[in-house]
């Protein structure tokens, strides 16, 4: 097979190389990708994400068997619908689907509608009813740009000073532009966060292993909120109870429900989790993988993704296995990500020979790979407990000349606790 995976960043990356692992596939392209892919054997597609008409066109050149959507950007601008609409096959959500992570509210209310636990909420787009509803309720309390934010459009305020400065921001600065014109607004939710991802096809579901994310930039989750620092699969502190109930209250009524009001959802399904005490409840869905998840949970599978995919695009079902290993991914950043950062610093190209690096935000220049974007790699390895795959992380880490850059030392230390 030649498949065409869309995207440039670390979990495309991550994608690329196990469908290339696939006995089945031959080829893969990756639009725009990055340099950093092609020690891997991906070939490097100098078209943009967001040129849908080139894309195609270079599809139907190539004959491409099918095509992967990585980001979350292209799905929301109709990629799906339009390579469809022009006899393409391709895995992802279409636009109506893909609202699931293009609005809050449109979420809120599918949750709503379905009885999927969630904290409880209200939406705003005036800012002194906003302000009203946060005196009401008090701190702590998460206020939320409707739209796609980049991952920043989401402020947990310890305070009431602090709601009352993200709805100004949002509401009357217009930080997010049209992404922050409304707010949601909902209750804080104690307990440890995971992220369940599952493949979907219409009512078909099914999960893949847990991961848990670290968004805060700096070690013991202090700094600023980011993109992810790292990540790690399984979650012992997690229950498989927690984890099967979540399957049956989250994914399926998710999926069902999404049927039901008209827009089926096809693609991988993301369901950022909240263990409390009454349960799982949701976070946040997004309609694609997760970044820096991706790389952890690929890879433990030991089954082919491209086969994966083939057979929910062709109605048969897939066989999904996975090992046993622990896996500790952790992500190098810019200083100063994820405000201004450095760029330009010089990258390694290869770890350990048991750690793989994925790279994301990174360019070619003079034959070196050099640092372009605030999360510039990412590195993983396995090992058979937690600390075996993180002490392997970490030695490779030590080794490496990381001039201006930076990565959390405590990654899956909640595991240890």
């Known amino acids: 097979m030649k498949l065409l995976v869309i995207g440039s960043g670390g979990r495309e990356h991550a994608i690329a190389k196990k469908l290339l692992a696939d006995p089945i596939v031959e080829t893969v392209y990756c639009a725009k990708g990055n340099p950093g892919m092609v020690s891997d054997g991906i070939q490097v597609v100098a078209i943009p994400e967001t040129d849908h008409q080139s894309l195609i066109a270079f599809a139907k050149e190539m004959a491409i068997d099918w095509t992967f959507v990585g980001p979350e950007v292209p799905l929301l601008n109709g990629i799906v619908d339009d390579f469809q609409a022009a006899g393409l096959n391709i895995f992802g959500p279409n636009k109506a689907a893909a609202m699931i992570e293009g609005s809050k509210e449109f979420a809120k209310e599918l949750m709503a509608k379905y009885q999927i636990p969630t904290a409880e909420y209200q939406s705003f787009v005036d800012s002194e009813k906003a302000k009203a509803y946060i005196q009401e309720k008090g701190a702590p309390i998460v206020i939320k740009a409707d739209g796609l934010a980049a991952g920043k459009g989401v402020v947990v305020a310890a305070t009431v000073d602090q709601a009352l400065a993200a709805v100004e921001e949002m509401l009357e600065e217009q930080k997010f532009g049209q992404s922050g014109a409304k707010v949601v607004i909902e209750d804080f939710l104690e307990g440890e966060e995971f ?33 992810g620092m790292g990540a790690y699969s399984p979650v012992p502190q997690i229950p498989q109870s927690m984890i099967d109930q979540a399957i049956e209250t989250v994914l399926i009524p998710a ?42 949970v690929l890879s433990r599978l030991t089954s082919g993704l491209a086969q994966i995919i083939d057979a929910l695009l062709n109605g ?28 330009g610093m010089i990258i390694p190209q290869k770890a350990a020979e048991d750690v793989q690096l994925f790279y994301a935000g990174v360019a070619e220049r003079a034959g070196e790979l050099v640092a372009a974007g605030g999360r510039v790699f990412l590195a993983e390895g396995q090992g058979a407990s937690l600390e075996e795959a993180q002490k392997k992380v970490y030695q490779a880490l030590a080794k490496m000349p990381l001039n201006k850059m930076f990565y959390r030392k405590d990654i899956g230390a909640k595991a240890l606790k």
Not at 202 to 226: C, L, S, W
Not at 264 to 290: C, D, H, M, Q, S
Not at 317 to 343: D, K, L, M, R
């Open 195 to 227: 992220s369940l991802l599952a493949f979907v096809h219409e009512e078909q579901v099914y999960p893949m292993v847990i991961a848990q994310d670290h968004k805060r930039a700096f070690d013991g989750d202090e700094g600023p909120n980011t993109g």
């Open 316 to 343: 048969r079902q897939p066989e999904i296995t996975w090992n046993q290993q622990f896996s500790v991914g952790v992500v190098v950043a810019a200083e100063g990500y994820p405000e201004t950062y450095q760029q």
């Open 255 to 296: 999926a069902t429900g999404m049927i039901d009001q008209g827009t089926p959802f096809t693609g991988i399904l993301y369901a950022g989790l909240i263990a409390t005490v009454e349960g799982p409840k949701v976070i946040e869905f997004n309609a694609r993988f997760g970044d820096p998840e991706t790389q952890v």
